[in-house]
């Protein structure tokens, strides 16, 4: 399971962080990700890191202002977002893929799925 967190409204330019735990799986041996759906949109992935040594991958559309990590040992999975601006505005999801050290952008291709936080950047 995982279960997602740290949603809520935020002002242009402000900051949230989202957090994920993990249970019920070995999360050290899975890759990890954050997507994102904003209503009539496809579910799109915004960051991903391998369950081994290796940078984050971030598409053009947050690259410089989001940040990805996690802590292995306490099987969660982070996201600090800066910068925020209103086409931000999504649900956020968290999903978990078996580390083969393969970049997978489609949904379709992960394991397990959180529940999903919303994100609001409003003035």
């Known amino acids: 399971q995982l279960q997602a967190s740290g949603g809520g409204v935020v002002q242009p330019g402000g900051s949230l962080r989202l957090s994920c735990v993990a249970s019920g799986f070995r999360y050290s041996s899975f890759a990890m990700s954050w997507f994102r759906q904003a209503p009539g949109k496809e579910r799109e992935l915004i960051s991903h890191?391998?369950?081994?040594?290796?940078?984050?991958y971030y598409p053009d559309s947050v690259r410089g202002r989001f940040a990805l990590s996690r802590d292995n040992a306490k099987n969660t999975l982070y996201l600090q977002m800066n910068d925020l601006k209103p086409e931000d505005t999504a649900s956020y999801y968290c999903?978990?893929?078996?580390?083969?050290?393969?970049?997978?952008?489609?949904?379709?291709?992960?394991?397990?799925w959180g529940q999903g936080t919303q994100v609001t950047v409003s003035s």
């Open positions: 999903a978990a893929v078996v580390g083969d050290g393969l970049l997978h952008l489609t949904p379709d291709e992960y394991d397990y």
């Open positions: 890191i391998w369950s081994i040594n290796g940078s984050p």
